[in-house]
């Protein structure tokens, strides 16, 4: 049954954007509107069939949804599709990366939290946590920047590679896109650490946001896993304390967790769309943020509603897994 | 917390109903001090926003005054405490005014989606049938939305991207708006649920109560326990989103209201350059302001949930409030994404959201 569901999620949200970007104009007038007499503007927005009622357009717009066709962006006539390949790699990149700080952060953290709960520990932790989701990602990016890229200058201010790395990644004969899988092929470990150290930045920036999460819900679960009576079971057999909360009170308490990922996607791809923006990482929120500006609504439509269509896939494999992992969850 | 509250007259007193003060007198330790540490963060936000014409040395949009203009990206002197940024506004007078527009944004936000997000939940939960399955679908769906996406969309559709003052705040608020609806929505609706199998409900219909008096008198009065909780975190989200599309280019113009999140993108070249004043200050106005909001909604959330209260004291003055907690595990708080931590085992379906298996 919930399996069905992605289908209407995934109509709603195109639809809702369709009808949300549209009942501002057309997309010609937004981009081209002062620039061109009216004859021409007249004239283009015929060409392009927007004069024609919207029901129409709405009709043939799910059509060619359905064929995987989501427009051709105006500013520079590529396809959107082709959008998503080339930007979307980098998007993926970022989100791993970050996803890896957030894991590393929030889990053993939360376990702590967890471990000393209402104690100084505990405390210090949950502000963190809170400051976590309190700091706009842009502004962690620029922190993180001015402190290590501009007064340290350990790690470079912008970008996902330097010049001379991308050039040699440029000529593989089969490039993914993924810098650093790219940077691997060319078998130069100074490709592979331009890359990676372009990463570090945007990854923690955007990985403390979920982190704190992260936190917060591997507390609160281990919390209850914690007083369970197969806990207070296991600690009066002698099981050390380090295995009780690793073990016995973490295992548990790790299927709401993978519950929640699904939400945070959401949460992710927005954060993405800033924290490209502030690195200047060559991704689809760069792309997109760079068409809002541009007023390209036809680049922007087609984006979004990718991007809404790949939250809800995401949501629905989530629920599998979670289904998979839980004997209790069956749809 | 001493006995007085342990034996209690049938109806709790006022101090004791009133949310934030009873929640003060029932935390301790920790909480309490965390609970008191956001009250004074949020506390100084308020006057600020309500004082900021009397406390900014200038106004957000002067360029200059008697001794010249201020000059571009001054570093911080005893006439610009925080220097000036790259268009040569000072920066403390915008850290000052952009409270009273995050404020603004807040109050307009949170009492539009209060109010349909109410009305929808209240209405979809009581008659229920193809309206309500409508409505919780469509509310799926955009609550799985990236919000600041259906911001953006929003804020296209209302303003198409730049405004003035009132504009840009409606704009703002407007496109926060449909965000929250759906937060709302879901919380009302599975209170009502629960609450129309209650016997009093019964029994008023069996009186001959009409459908608006029953929902308005009996179901609503009964279902709004967890708002504040919502309503706080939700003024976070806000400013957060607000200061996302400021920082996108979709926020405030410059001369018609200070904005955090605009001074934050045309700071974004100055770090470069090891300019910090211009990003610093305006970043931590944000942080300062989220962080003491949240850590009240935080502190309220976990009075509410008797799993997550402080354990050396616990049930006496908790009052009705611990009975049912709609608020799964007490982490709604997790941020935009909301409604982390879900209980062990705990599906959707428990809170009348999601899916029927």
Redesign the interface.
Known sequence: MRALLIIPTVFILVTLVFVLMRSTGDPITAKLGGQLPADQLAERIHAAGYDRPIIVQYLEYLGQIATGNFGTTLTDNRPVTEILFTYGAATLELAFYSLLVAFVIGIPFGLIAAYFRDKGQDASLRVFAILCYATPVFFAGLLLKLVFSVWLGWLPVAGRASVGAQLQMEVLPNKTGLYTIDAIMTGNPAVLGDVLAHAVLPAIALGLLTAGVFLRLVRTNVIGTLSTDYVDAARSRGVSEYRLVRKHAYRPALIPIITVIGLQIALLLGGAVLTETTFEWKGLGFMLAEYLQARDFVAVQGIVALLAVIVALTNFIVDIIAALIDPRVRY | MSTDTVIRAPKRRLRDRIPVVHQLRQSV??QR??LIAGLVLTGIFVFVAIFAPLIAPYGFAQLRDAAGPFGSQQPPSAEHLFGTTVGGYDVLSRVLWGAQTAILVIIIAVTLSLFAGVLLGLVSGYFGGWLDRVLV??C???Y??????LA???A??IS??QSNLWGGVFAAAISITVVFIPQYFRVIRAETVRIKAEAYVESAKVLGASNSRVMFRHVLRNSTRTLPLIFTLNS?EAI?TL??LG????GIEPTAAAEW?YD?NK??SD????I?WT??YP?LA??LV??GI??VG?SLNDLADP??R??RRVAQASGEVAETSVVP???L???????????????FDEHGIG???
Request: charged share 10%.
């Open positions: 330790g920790l001090g965390m679908v469509l799926d769906a955009i799985a939305f990236p919000s600041l996406l953006i969309v929003m296209i559709v198409g991207g976070s957060l200061a996302g920082f996108l280019g979709f999140g934050l700071a974004l770090v470069s350059s090891g910090w990003a610093l970043g944000i942080v989220v962080l949240t850590l935080e799993r997550l402080g354990r595990g007490g982490t708080v997790a941020g935009p994404g909301g409604l982390a931590g879900l209980e062990d085992g705990e599906s899916v029927r298996s």
